[in-house]
């Protein structure tokens, strides 16, 4: 293949078998389906849209684009592509972090996995080599516990581990892929596609090799204009001054608010009053924030690490009180308490779960609570730290209520009987209809 970009190398990985292939990508495809949410969708749609998404015949894609690796500001982004178990179509889902640009130094453009594996099985890739190796000794760990052992065991220094928690292996229907311990692949259920292969983890050890672009007369205007758009004082990309690099992605929590567009206490109302402003973006700052990491070739560094320094999860550091999870286990849920937003987005990507996600089916649960639909599930308030907290646990497990739960929010308000509640229907002083799914 001519085009540049790309290194023009996908492992297609039949894990039934147990064997690799390393394919050039079409340049046709190349051209039309342009990175990696482009050629991971090309895949999947070939692969036939009648495959059930948790069978071996489901692919599951971890794709790159062309600028991926190189020295383009915000192009560290991979994406994983594969049919959803919990919408029953193709998904993409996108993180951050260094997992996609040192796939790149590695020298591969994707990797496409089909079949399933006789044992819990992980890829290792390194120094030129692709192996498929046992995962059992990770098998029911945590993200966590799972990412420090692949740590202990190749070292910290240019490594990424990519995996999936419990809730993949139990194949949680919004489970998600997590690298570097807080950077998710979340909406979709791709984990859960990775636990029905029996796929732990994708651990990549490489060097940083920056991919070079060929003109470089003609780069870097190109480079030096975009950058520039970056920087501007005016926007909120502009790196410790626009809204987005200091405050990180909640900084939306306040504005929302404000507008009266923030979906609360299971989108029943549209608005979190004062309550809003203590589990925002400036809230975090002020008070819990400890720490401003990046992504590969981002200045902008929207990730936000915070720290629990009093209450029942003092010590608790994780990235990070992002604005879609904090509305979801906040606001939406309830819980105005940040401290405890930031205990359930640590959970969610601890279990291997979508932390938007995971507040709607608890919303739901709370609403049935509060209108006496539960008939012997137990009840849930609002903003319950024990309740919401316990809760994760049961869905990552599939535990009792947590096993209805774990199929999403539209099972969990039809087992209630009143399906309405994966749906709002009231607004404040705005029409305003959003799905709870």
Request: net charge neutral; glycine share 12%; charged share 25%.
């Amino acid at each position: 293949m001519e085009l540049g970009g790309y290194a023009n190398k996908v492992a297609w990985v039949d894990l039934s078998a147990g064997k690799v292939d390393f394919k050039p990508i079409a340049e046709d495809d190349a051209r039309k389906y342009i990175g990696g949410r482009g050629l991971g969708v090309k895949y999947v749609f070939d692969n036939g849209p009648k495959v059930d998404p948790l069978s071996p015949d489901n692919i599951l894609c971890f794709m790159n684009g062309p600028l991926t690796g190189s020295e383009a500001n915000m192009s560290g982004r991979m994406a994983i592509v594969t049919k959803s178990p919990l919408t029953g179509t193709v998904t993409d889902s996108h993180h951050g972090g260094w997992s996609a640009a040192r796939l790149r130094w590695s020298g591969y453009d994707g990797l496409v996995f089909k079949g399933k594996a006789a044992k819990p099985t992980y890829v290792y890739i390194h120094d030129g080599q692709f192996e498929l190796l046992d995962a059992s000794e990770v098998w029911g760990k945590g993200v966590h516990d799972t990412v420090k052992h692949f740590k202990n065991k190749y070292g910290e220094k240019d490594l990424t581990v990519i995996t999936i928690g419990q809730a993949g292996e139990n194949q949680v229907k919004f489970a998600c892929w997590v690298n570097e311990n807080d950077r998710a692949s979340g909406r979709g259920g791709t984990g859960a596609v990775g636990g029905s292969k029996n796929l732990k983890a994708i651990v990549i050890k490489a060097e940083k090799a920056i991919v070079k672009a060929s003109d470089r007369d003609a780069w870097k205007p190109a480079h030096d204009r975009a950058l520039k758009n970056i920087m501007a004082e005016e926007n909120i990309t502009s790196p410790r001054k626009g809204g987005l690099s200091v405050y990180g992605t909640n900084v939306l929590m306040n504005i929302t608010n404000s507008i009266g567009a923030l979906p609360t206490k299971n989108s029943q109302v549209t608005s979190y009053g004062e309550n809003a402003e203590k589990i925002s973006g400036e809230y975090i700052n002020a008070n819990l924030l400890v720490d401003n990491p990046t992504c590969h070739a981002c200045p902008v560094a929207c990730k936000k690490e915070v720290e629990v320094k009093d209450g029942p999860y003092k010590g608790l550091r994780m990235e990070s009180v992002e604005y879609e999870p904090a509305w979801s286990v906040g606001a939406n849920c309830g819980n105005n308490d940040a401290r405890l937003v930031a205990k359930m987005i640590d959970l969610s990507n601890d279990f291997g779960f979508d932390a938007i996600e995971i507040g709607h089916p608890i919303s739901i649960w709370m609403e049935a609570s509060e209108k006496g639909y539960t008939n012997g599930d137990g009840k849930i308030a609002w903003g319950d730290a024990d309740g919401m907290t316990n809760a994760a646990a049961m869905i990552a497990k599939r535990e009792g209520l947590g096993n209805v739960m774990a199929d999403g929010a539209e099972a969990t308000a039809k087992h209630f009987g009143h399906p309405e509640l994966a749906m709002t229907v009231k607004g404040q002083g705005i029409p305003l209809t959003i799905r709870a799914a």
